[in-house]
Structure formats: C-alpha cells, structure tokens
C-alpha cells in the first residue's frame, strides 16, 4: 500500500464512508447470492456524504486504485466494484480512525501508519 493513498483517505474522511458503503454492499450481496459478481450499481446516496461530492469522491477512489468500474450499457449505467487494495486498506483505515479518535492508543499517530 502507498502512504500516498492512506494519507489521501485519512484526510478525506467522506472517500472512506463511500468505500467501506461499496464494500459493504459488496459483502451484503454475496451473502445473499453466493453467485454475485461483485458489481454494485452507482450509488447516488452514502449517509454522511454531501451528494454534490459524490462523483468527484468516485473519480478519486477509481484514481487511487480502490474503487474499479464498468459501463453497462444506456439504460443500465456504471457499477463500481472495491478493489483488492481498496479491501485491504478498509481494515487499516477503521483502525487508524479508531486509533485517532483514542489519543490514549499506542497507534493513534499517523507515523504508525507509514512505518507499516
């Protein structure tokens, strides 16, 4: 994982909501259908995400290699699927914020982050 990257999400907190929404999604779906390819179609609302933010947040996690995706057609519009580096970042990310939020942690400093 590039420091750049986790630097980036840790600055933009909304990037992490939208992310960890498209995962979660993800997950929810398989669970539900063992057959789930993994697209998600665009989603237009992500609670504590301003909706004019949106496609910029998109267009910048598609930059970062954490979010990937497809043109489906006319009628049927783009899905977004979470990344191998955008799953493995999610876990990170909820402990450095964890961390963060605790100034008492041993880890909340973002020093930890670049030295892992």
Not at 31 to 40: A, S
Not at 44 to 60: A, D, F, T, W
Not at 77 to 90: D, F, H, I
């Amino acid at each position: 994982m590039i420091d750049l990257e986790l630097e980036q999400m840790m600055e933009n907190p909304e990037w992490c909501l939208v992310l960890n929404h498209y995962s979660q999604l993800q997950r929810q779906a398989k669970e539900q259908n063992p057959e789930f390819d993994g697209w998600i179609g665009r989603q237009n609302k992500v609670e504590g995400v301003v909706l004019e933010r949106l496609p910029r947040i998109h267009g910048k996690l598609i930059a970062f290699d954490l979010l990937k995706f497809q043109l489906s057609g006319r009628d049927s519009g783009v899905y977004y699927q979470v990344t191998r580096l955008g799953e493995k970042m999610l876990p990170r990310l909820e402990k450095l914020i964890t961390s963060a939020s605790n100034p008492e942690s041993p880890d909340s400093d973002l020093t930890y982050a670049k030295s892992a």
